[in-house]
């Protein structure tokens, strides 16, 4: 979706009502090199936080039972979709053919110096690689991103750059949030990180994920054009 901020209906609509964070948010002119993000929880939460796809309001998933906790600020890249694209990108690198689009926004995790008290906010940040991840047979990739002027880690450029213990500390989290202390550890784990990426693949996948987006969402363009 182009942006409409210069549509004088846009933005009337804009000041009597709340943009739905997914569909109404525009993901930013210089996308993918800075785009805008949606933070749905910070590292404080002790519930998991996530967007409720209908209403656009934040819901709360479930309460977090141990002692996980998010490493970094963590949400999605507005109108983006992870579907048929960003599918084949993943099984053109990991050599599988039988992966398929997760259907949801693309996730991100951004990070900063800064404590941040809650999610339900926007923040404009450059991406920096990510993980290729999976969950069964989904793509479900997380995008590695770092807060715009952050004094600390707004120098990182590439995820290489980041020191190794903050990556392992963002796998270890996305690896291991969903098990059980008494689950069975024989059992084959659904998520898996096959793959570590830098910033051009970062772009690339964004960049697919927003052509998704626009593909699926067809009618909801068509719709918005008539406004």
Known sequence: MGNKINDPIARLMGLRYKSHPWHG???GDNAPEVITAFIEMVPTDTVKYELDKVSGYIKIDRPQKYSTVIPAL???VPQSFCGESVAKYCMQQSGRTDILGDGDPLDICVLTEKSIAHGDIIVNVHP???FRMLDGN???DKIIAVLRHDATYSGYNDIDELPKAIVNRLKHYFLTYKDMPDSDSTK??????IGTYGRDEAYEIIKR????????????EEILRHV
Request: glycine share 10%; proline share 0%; aromatic share 14%.
């Open 25 to 27: 948010l525009e993901v």
């Open 74 to 76: 963590y949400g999605f």
């Open 128 to 130: 920096i690689g990510g």
């Open 138 to 140: 989904e793509a479900d």
């Open 188 to 193: 084959k784990k659904r998520v898996e990180i």
């Open 209 to 220: 994920s927003l052509e998704d987006y626009k593909c699926h969402f067809e009618s909801l």
